[in-house]
């Protein structure tokens, strides 16, 4: 079937068009196929104005500035004032259209020749046979973004609204005391006079005493005085911030305690506490047994209660120069060990 389909594909296509074109011709193509229906902005007498229709006003109106403009800065024709003037002004349009209408006015195509003629530029297009250059005119008009069509249009357009609104503008009147009002405001007028007193012309009539002086000035010292004011310089030597910007290394530590090893180093200083149990060269082994048991009695209170050193020693320590201070033996005294006993001092 496929292969039938190929080689008679000319024939086939025939067929779909003849199939396909009377049915769009017979039912009609609805623009919605193609296009998403635009949402509806605005209505004016059963007309509805869609964003599409606002889009391209406003598209149009920009492009007519920018034309006569090309500095113009875009961000003011695409703001939301702009837009929204444009809106107003299709709604104006549409209001004026429809009042025309109701009212059958028209433009016949003698008074729009006769329109068209009043304007300069398009009188300025006539041939020396009195016809008009019709190239001539047509790029005028596309010089506007408008087709010949479109442009006449506009001013029959410009013409009917024109009688709307000359009615309106005909018809109206206005009272004696409204006229009076009006006038009265570009026919006032107001009378003035200038004295001017120049200060110079008067110093030298003006002789003030030293007591007028002092007067004046008492009267008015706050005209004479400033705010006190104290212009103040300071530099903040913070020592913190001065050693966390010092990196020192090991070279430069050995190099400063070499030089400066006297100040450093000082005297060496020992401080000790002892509670001294006496064993004399002469005594015999049998006190020396009892002096060396009464030692380890007393090592072990002290270890058990550690603050009791003090009154410990006070009581048991046979050293006169250190029992009544709480046993406290320093190094100028450390001598004095080996002249007592061998046994080690309790500290």
């Given at each position: 079937?496929?292969?039938?389909?190929?080689?008679?594909?000319?024939?086939?296509?025939?067929?779909?068009?003849?199939?396909?074109?009377?049915?769009?011709?017979?039912?009609?193509?609805?623009?919605?196929?193609?296009?998403?229906?635009?949402?509806?902005?605005?209505?004016?007498?059963?007309?509805?104005?869609?964003?599409?229709?606002?889009?391209?006003?406003?598209?149009?109106?920009?492009?007519?500035?920018?034309a006569q403009n090309p500095a113009m800065d875009n961000k003011l024709l695409d703001s939301p004032q702009a837009k929204y003037e444009t809106l107003e002004r299709i709604v104006r349009d549409k209001v004026y259209e429809s009042a025309a209408r109701k009212m059958h006015f028209a433009t016949t195509d003698v008074r729009l020749a006769r329109e068209l003629q009043k304007i300069p530029q398009i009188a300025a297009l006539r041939k020396?046979?009195?016809?008009?250059?019709?190239?001539?005119?047509?790029?005028?008009?596309?010089?506007?973004?408008?087709?010949?069509?479109?442009?006449?249009?506009?001013?029959?357009?410009?013409?009917?609204?024109?009688?709307?609104?000359?009615?309106?503008?005909?018809?109206?009147?206005?009272?004696?005391?409204?006229?009076?009002?009006?006038?009265?405001?570009?026919?006032?007028?107001?009378?003035?006079?200038?004295?001017?007193?120049?200060?110079?012309?008067?110093?030298?009539?003006?002789?003030?005493?030293?007591?007028?002086?002092?007067?004046?000035?008492?009267?008015?010292?706050?005209?004479?005085?400033?705010?006190?004011?104290?212009?103040?310089?300071?530099?903040?030597?913070n020592l913190d911030a001065v050693k966390a910007t010092i990196v020192p290394n090991e070279d430069d530590l050995r190099t400063f305690y070499k030089e400066n090893l006297e100040r450093l180093s000082g005297k060496e200083e020992r401080r000790a506490s002892h509670i001294l149990i006496s064993a004399p060269k002469e005594a015999s082994s049998g006190?020396?047994?009892?002096?060396?048991?009464?030692?380890?009695?007393?090592?072990?209170?002290?270890r058990k209660n550690p603050a009791s050193f003090a009154d410990v020693a006070r009581k048991e320590s046979q050293d006169p120069g250190s029992a009544a201070s709480g046993a406290i033996w320093d190094s100028s005294r450390a001598a004095r060990w080996s002249s007592h006993s061998k046994t080690p001092p309790m500290r």
């Open positions: 079937m496929f292969e039938a389909i190929r080689k008679h594909s000319k024939i086939v296509m025939f067929l779909l068009v003849l199939l396909i074109v009377p049915s769009f011709i017979l039912v009609g193509v609805n623009q919605n196929y193609f296009t998403e229906k635009s949402p509806v902005v605005a209505r004016v007498d059963g007309k509805d104005i869609t964003q599409a229709d606002w889009d391209a006003a406003h598209r149009q109106a920009s492009d007519r500035l920018r020396p046979d009195g016809t008009l250059d019709a190239e001539a005119y047509r790029a005028l008009v596309g010089a506007q973004g408008l087709t010949p069509e479109g442009f006449e249009n506009q001013v029959r357009y410009d013409l009917s609204v024109n009688q709307v609104m000359g009615g309106l503008l005909t018809s109206s009147f206005s009272t004696e005391p409204e006229v009076k009002l009006g006038m009265d405001a570009v026919w006032q007028g107001r009378q003035i006079q200038v004295a001017r007193f120049d200060a110079s012309n008067y110093t030298s009539k003006v002789t003030a005493s030293d007591a007028d002086v002092e007067a004046f000035y008492k009267a008015n010292a706050p005209r004479f005085q400033q705010n006190e004011q104290a212009a103040v310089e300071y530099l903040v030597l006190d020396r047994e009892k002096a060396k048991a009464k030692a380890e009695a007393i090592l072990a209170e002290v």
